[in-house]
């Protein structure tokens, strides 16, 4: 923000690649809508929250803020551990698995900052930006093995189970000076419900959809 104020001539909208973690968590029946009051349940969350507020208060330039939800795509190492699980014939079942999630592939997401950048439409505004369909982790998971074609066994992770985990994880990654997917913070956003947030503000008012389907995002991810 400081750089893009030093430079008011010659920048016009500066696009904040924010994240659905700052509003917070949302089922399926009541996604997450940009007006809805922030309710970030993790650090990370809070950190997001945090940056958005920064744009918009001290940015002297024309802003524009994206929320995605998680990110798939080709050379994405977040979601490669799920990738080595199926392959090797496991089926891993957080919390059951019925976590509902929206999801958005990462070449629609570099379309719609592209889009917030340049549509005269999109100054100043918040806008989520995933797929249309709602997933869980179970059924992500069961359709990387359908394209893999390949058997899986189930692998249930309670959620109450994962807390030791989580605690474990963060620990040794204190020692090693290593981040992990699985922390403490992290568990707050796995025992949420879901994660789902509604795209429709993206559509409505800029025109633009993230079209690609799970199965072909997976297709080209895998």
């Not at 079942?93 to 019925?98: D, P, Y």
């Not at 992500?140 to 394209?147: C, D, K, S, T």
Request: charged residues 20%; contains cysteine.
């Amino acid at each position: 923000v400081e750089a893009v104020n030093r430079r008011p001539a010659r920048i016009q909208r500066f696009v904040h690649v924010s994240s659905l973690a700052a509003g917070g968590p949302a089922p399926a029946d009541r996604p997450a809508r940009e007006d809805d009051p922030p309710r970030p349940v993790s650090e990370y969350g809070r950190s997001k929250l945090a940056g958005e507020q920064e744009v918009r208060l001290a940015g002297k330039a024309e802003h524009v803020i994206v929320r995605p939800p998680a990110v798939y795509g080709p050379r994405d190492e977040a979601f490669l551990p799920l990738f080595k699980a199926v392959k090797a014939h496991l089926l891993p079942r957080f919390g059951g698995g019925r976590q509902a999630l929206s999801l958005v592939y990462v070449k629609d997401l570099a379309e719609a900052i592209v889009t917030g950048l340049t549509h005269p439409s999109a100054g100043g505004k918040i806008f989520y930006v995933a797929s249309a369909g709602i997933t869980t982790a179970a059924a992500l998971a069961g359709a990387i093995a359908a394209q893999l074609d390949t058997w899986t066994l189930p692998l249930p992770l309670p959620t109450v189970a994962l807390w030791p985990v989580c605690q474990l994880q963060e620990f040794v990654s204190r020692l090693t000076g290593r981040p992990n997917v699985l922390s403490r913070q992290k568990y707050a956003e796995l025992r949420a419900p879901g994660w789902v947030c509604d795209p429709t503000r993206l559509r409505a008012e800029l025109g633009f959809e993230a079209a690609t389907t799970l199965r072909a995002g997976i297709g080209e991810t895998l």
